[in-house]
């Protein structure tokens, strides 16, 4: 490790944020760099503990002290080389991950965590700066086509990894560019998108053809793509958001957050759009759902410049630190607030939406609510809700977004001519460790597979699939996979 007394040095910062009433003004990203002595000094807190739970935390398995080691050295090409062995995308992790390293990393017993994320993102952008980031297919192919449905997070890193292995893979995106979530499900205020573009070309660079504007199962059949290719990796996203079928859903102004934000994503970067128009300006907003999702709406009703903005959670507030329910090193279910959060947003937890309430020409007035008490587990989970008397009531708003997750991935079309099984959710069915569907060929990955999940797991996702499928072309892989924590641990201590 780069300074042995550096967690007791220094303590945890993160770079400088513009200013709410300056970045509501745009889209663009508002999170700084550090400084060059400040990367030092947060680079030097992770500490020599011995058995980093960090490692665990992250599922990628990503290679966390190390990296941290060659960061404090100033040996950008060792923290690029070790970083990108275990992500093929950093830049992507170290601006929306919300970081389950930091919530096991073994500083944070007592103290704030290592910021592993913006080192993760710094340790990316310097190497892009310095021409350090190229194609790595061989120059020898194995001359086996792969097909990649797909371009969100888990297709990019399936392609990227098989094309590594020599392979030529065809990636294919129903939306008119690729990235899936990342390009249309991710403001642009978080993620912009010419970071999406910047990698894209590096992978084209590496032989990956992108056929956008395609949807297997409409625009070719789905057994054509088997029949031309020799394997086939579904990597789709879990994409049938989760609906709340209550009286007066049908009136205008009550929108799925997803339609919301890629509708915004399109209009940033000047692409068309056909459907019916949403904005948010000059009115009161709700959002229900405490999400992620939830929050992208939050900031962008408040850049479009809504009147007001009210996030609704059925479930109880969280609590503002871990409690002897949830010990290090779990995931904490903790209270988060995010930079929209920041922004203006009246947040409301136990509080059930039971009617969208509408006017004469069918436009949402308001909604009527009711707070809830719920029934706590000996483990502090709540497991049921009812109703308190007499809390019922309305609020007015015009405009509705409903973030409350997503169920299952789209089932007509490529998935149906396919006859692919699906599991108890409705997810296609391929075990953990095989991502093997029952038809001969057809692999899947990501959120298609295992359901709604974080970016870090789909690229986790895309990785290992992608080493299976050469498995299955070659009869071995030389792909790396989360072993690769312990090559490094044998090569570092």
């Known amino acids: 490790m780069g300074k042995p007394t550096g967690f007791q040095e220094f ?7 513009a200013p709410v009433a300056e970045r509501l003004k745009n889209y663009n990203e508002f999170v700084g760099l550090y400084p060059e002595e400040k990367l030092n000094q947060q680079s030097a807190r992770c500490m020599n503990c011995g058995i980093p739970f960090c490692h665990s935390g ?9 990296f941290n080691d060659a960061v404090y050295r100033k040996n950008w090409g060792e923290a690029y080389e070790i970083l990108s062995s275990t992500n093929n995308f950093p830049e992507f992790t170290g601006r929306i991950c919300p970081a389950p390293c930091e919530s096991a990393c073994v500083l944070g017993i007592n103290k704030p965590p290592v910021a592993i994320e913006e080192i993760e993102k710094h340790i990316i952008e310097v190497a892009y ?33 098989l094309a590594k292995a020599g392979h030529k893979v065809t990636v294919f995106e129903r939306d008119d560019r690729p990235g899936g979530l990342l ?12 970071v999406i573009d910047r990698r894209i070309q590096i992978m084209e660079e590496d032989g990956i053809l992108f056929k956008c504007n ?35 859903r049908e009136f205008k102004g009550v929108h799925f957050a997803m339609d919301f934000l890629k509708q915004q994503n399109k209009r940033v970067s000047n692409t068309t759009f056909e459907w019916e128009e949403i904005t948010t300006t000059g009115k009161d907003v709700v959002v229900i759902g405490g999400g992620d999702t939830g929050s992208d709406c939050v900031g962008t009703s408040n850049r479009q410049g809504a009147s007001s903005v009210k996030q609704f959670e059925v479930m109880v507030q969280p609590p503002e630190q871990r409690t002897a329910n949830m010990p290090w090193p779990t995931y904490p279910m903790v209270m988060k607030t995010t930079s929209s959060h920041e922004e203006g947003v009246d947040r409301f937890w136990g509080i059930n939406t039971k009617e969208f309430l509408g006017d004469a020409n069918g ?18 989970r709540p497991i049921k809700f009812a109703e308190v008397e007499g809390s019922e009531r309305e609020i007015p708003c015009q405009r509705v977004f409903l973030a409350m997750g997503f169920l299952n991935p789209q089932f007509e079309g490529a998935l149906e001519q396919l006859k692919v099984g699906l599991d108890e959710r409705k997810n296609v069915k391929a075990k953990e460790g095989v991502y093997r569907t029952n038809v001969s060929k057809v692999f899947a990955a990501g959120d298609m597979r295992r359901g709604q999940s974080l970016v870090v797991w789909a ?19 030389n792909l790396e996979s989360k072993d690769a924590v312990n090559q490094f641990d044998q090569v570092f201590y």
Request: charged share 25%; glycine share 10%; aromatic share 4%.
């Open 214 to 248: 395609t949807e297997i199962g409409k625009d070719i059949a789905a057994d054509e793509v088997v029949r031309t290719h020799d394997a086939v990796i579904l990597a789709g996203g879990s994409t049938i958001p989760r609906n709340l079928p209550i009286p007066g």
């Open 183 to 194: 390009r249309y499900g991710i403001p642009d205020f978080k993620l912009e998108k010419w």
């Open 58 to 66: 992250c599922p990628l398995g990503n290679v966390i002290p190390e």
């Open 363 to 380: 436009e949402l007035r308001a909604i009527k609510v009711a707070d809830v008490s719920w029934e706590i587990d000996v483990m502090g």
């Open 459 to 477: 690229i986790s996702e895309g990785r290992e699939a992608a080493r299976k499928v050469d498995e299955f072309l070659m009869g071995h892989s």
């Open 11 to 17: 303590n945890r910062e993160l770079p400088q944020k």
């Open 129 to 161: 700066s310095k021409n350090m980031v190229k194609p790595t297919a061989p120059l020898i192919k194995t001359g086996k086509k792969v097909a990649v449905v797909g371009s969100g997070p888990a297709g990019m890193a399936a392609a990227a990894q």
